[in-house]
């Protein structure tokens, strides 16, 4: 067996951060993005205070706050593909019938639903169970069990008591292409893992994971920079008041320095890349020259390459040379044209 290694889905790292560590040994080779802080991305947690029907297998407040979610996107985010996973049957046939009853109703559901009904990522609800193969920019999903009106709470989760239910929960929490939401009336401090439903765990653990932020992939790693002159360039960027950071990334892959966007505090302006130890490690020119430069860009990273022999020639005229070109992106995103001093 060969296990696929390098990991292309997900356009924020925090996507695939949780099952990277618990189900691929931190193997995977995941790309960062330039994005910090948007709530466009990544994984995030919606608190319900929502009655879980033991009899029904329902939760209505987490379908219906699901809904309008749903709707909302439809509205404002209409080039976006969307997917809507229940743990169960029950609770995915209720979200269905209130989506239909707001189509009737919502202009804007109703034409969102047309315009992707004819293609290969068109809306859905689905179940836990048959939820694998699929994937879309946005997943929201519901957890449905919690509390019930009376305040009981059984420790019972439906198809993640079962043997594979970690297995489901993987699939399920890789689906997403840019925003994954959970929807859930769940405390997680009150989920009893024990060690014979590993299913369980992975989900109290995803909860912690999606509503604190336990990891902080795509910041700076807190690793030393690979040379004296990515040394060089940080130290030069620092006293020109740029933000910049070391070994940016998650998971086997960095970029040698991320300058902060200057008027983005939450995203990266560009991300430096020096013909250093990772640069050479590579096993071919193509992973090297091509491949990278080609995903992480793919990422809406803005690359740009530093050759130590230029830099030892005159590294004042590299540094000006990135600075200027730091300072075109920075006039292009705010649609100002750039001055001839250019700098911060």
Not at 182 to 201: C, E, K, M, Q
């Amino acid at each position: 067996m060969r296990m696929l290694e390098v990991h292309y889905r997900s356009r924020h790292q925090s996507l695939i951060a949780y099952s990277n560590r618990e189900f691929y040994g931190e193997r995977l080779l995941v790309y960062p993005s330039p994005v910090l802080d948007d709530p466009d991305y990544g994984v995030s947690c919606r608190k319900i205070v929502g009655d879980y029907e033991v009899g029904q297998g329902r939760n209505p407040k987490e379908a219906q706050a699901i809904v309008e979610e749903a709707a909302e996107l439809m509205r404002t985010r209409a080039n976006r593909s969307i997917g809507i996973v229940a743990m169960n049957q029950a609770q995915r046939d209720l979200i269905e019938t209130l989506m239909d009853e707001r189509a009737t109703s919502d202009p804007d559901v109703l034409a969102y639903r047309e315009k992707w009904a004819d293609s290969l990522e068109d809306f859905f609800v689905k179940n836990l169970e048959n939820v694998q193969g699929d994937e879309r920019d946005v997943i929201l999903i519901s957890t449905v069990y919690g509390p019930t009106a009376e305040g009981v709470f059984r420790q019972n989760f439906g198809p993640l008591n079962r043997a594979y239910g970690h297995r489901r929960l993987n699939v399920l929490f890789t689906r997403a292409k840019r925003k994954l939401t959970v929807f859930t009336s769940l405390d997680p401090g009150r989920i009893v893992a024990d060690g014979n439903r590993r299913g369980v765990r992975v989900l109290k653990e995803f909860l912690e994971y999606a509503d604190r932020g336990t990891f902080t992939p795509g910041r700076g790693t807190g690793e030393e920079p690979g040379s004296d002159f990515e040394r060089w360039f940080l130290s030069r960027l620092k006293s020109a008041s740029y933000e910049a950071h070391p070994q940016v990334g998650v998971a086997g892959y960095r970029i040698d320095i991320g300058v902060v966007h200057p008027d983005k505090p939450g995203s990266y302006i560009m991300g430096v890349e020096c013909d250093g130890a990772t640069y050479h490690s590579s096993k071919s020119a193509r992973d090297r020259d091509r491949l990278r430069q080609d995903v992480l860009e793919g990422l809406n990273w803005r690359i740009y390459r530093v050759w130590s022999t230029d830099w030892y020639r005159d590294p004042e005229r590299e540094f000006d040379r990135l600075v200027q070109q730091i300072e075109r992106v920075r006039a292009s995103d705010s649609g100002r044209p750039l001055s001839s001093s250019a700098g911060p």
